[in-house]
């Protein structure tokens, strides 16, 4: 036996064909001629196609583990390398630059899938806390109803494209230093589909489908907030030849209220109080999601202090409960007084002790989340 064909591409004897083609690939990429024209290199090169072409050919392997040479003129093998397109597959060269194909070759389907959609829906801060359901006016492509989506008009019929016989794609032999190389590409005339429609249908000019409105119902389940993306399966764009429709994706965008902010599933709001109420105690009418409520004002409440409201907040999206409905206080000091008043707060000062306060100093100036943290703690 001249020549070790396993030895050439570097595998067992007993390596199965993936394992061949495989080591024949990477071989091929590090020695082609367009990357290494090195005189040597060529002729390693056609050993590495030589060696191929028998190992990947179950009767030629068969005839060379028997100890023939099936390359060989008296081997009863095909012509060595340059025997035109025999000699190897072209395929697997380009298989070893570019990869395997990624599609199966053949007509392209005129039926594809539709594009995905996505409209903006705005809601009120009450709709995203308990959920609500709206109707949608979609404008999108749907399948044509004059031809159903075949795209041909009524009464005719897509018919097979003389040019590529329904393949898809048409076929070209060049000389290279390859040898006789077949190389195909789509078809101009049919754009590679197999067939061709001589009389598009006059509504959809044969895409198969039209723009229409359409009018939706779209459940919001409670607890979504701005940007939440609500998918609607199949109620997208129609694919070109009537195919499946694709996905429609409803992106919630809530209105901003009036008195609550939203922060997580917590709501936040502030009520402001006069002096004599934070220091005597009230109770203050608040319209919550729920209803009207009385804020209970403890006497002695200072300014920046919060009184929480469990579950009153925004109902949790994913599990049970709600958030909490928390209000800050503002306690406002007045700014004009007449005599009297003025009079009043002086013999309460004195009261007090308080004409003169040292006051109390404390370094830095104490921060929202500071003056949250104290007042859940009690300080």
Do not use: W
Not at 66 to 94: E, V
Request: aromatic share 6%; with cysteine; hydrophobic share 30%.
């Amino acid at each position: 036996m001249a020549t070790d064909y396993y030895a050439v591409l570097g595998v067992r004897r007993d390596a199965g064909q993936d394992e061949i083609k495989k080591a024949f690939r990477r071989l091929a990429r590090e020695l082609h001629p367009d990357v290494n024209p090195d005189p040597k290199t060529q002729e390693r090169f056609k050993e590495i196609n030589a060696a191929y072409e028998v190992l990947s050919d179950p009767q030629k392997r068969q005839v060379y583990d028997l100890g023939g040479d099936p390359l060989s003129p008296n081997g009863g093998g095909a012509g060595g390398f340059g025997a035109g397109a025999a000699g190897f597959g072209f395929s697997d060269i380009m298989d070893a630059f570019f990869g395997a194909a990624s599609g199966q070759r053949g007509p392209r389907s005129r039926t594809r899938r539709g594009q995905d959609a996505m409209i903006r829906l705005e809601i009120t801060l009450e709709e995203a806390a308990f959920g609500t359901t709206k109707e949608l006016q979609v404008d999108t492509a749907v399948t044509c109803t004059t031809c159903n989506g075949e795209g041909a008009a009524p009464g005719t019929s897509a018919q097979t494209c003389d040019m590529c016989r329904g393949k898809g794609e048409v076929s070209q032999v060049t000389r290279s230093f390859l040898g006789q190389v077949m190389t195909s590409r789509p078809c101009p005339q049919c754009q590679g589909f197999g067939t061709v429609v001589p009389t598009p249908c006059p509504e959809c000019a044969g895409d198969g489908r039209v723009r229409a409105r359409r009018t939706l119902t779209v459940k919001i389940p409670a607890g979504v907030d701005n940007g939440t993306r609500i998918q609607l399966a199949g109620e997208g764009e129609v694919g070109p030849g009537g195919g499946p429709a694709g996905d429609l994706y409803v992106e919630i965008a809530e209105t901003a209220h009036q008195v609550f902010q939203r922060r997580g599933d917590d709501l936040h709001c502030t009520v402001t109080i006069p002096m004599t109420a934070a220091a005597l105690g009230t109770q203050v009418p608040l319209q919550t999601l729920d209803g009207l409520e009385e804020v209970d004002i403890r006497p002695g409440t200072q300014s920046g202090q919060s009184i929480p409201l469990h579950g009153r907040g925004i109902t949790h999206l994913r599990g049970g409960g709600r958030g909490d409905l928390i209000v800050h206080v503002e306690v406002q000091t007045p700014t004009k007084l007449d005599p009297e008043q003025e009079e009043l707060l002086r013999r309460l000062s004195m009261l007090r002790g308080e004409e003169r306060p040292s006051g109390q100093f404390a370094p830095g100036q104490q921060g929202l989340f500071s003056r949250l943290k104290d007042a859940f703690n009690g300080r």
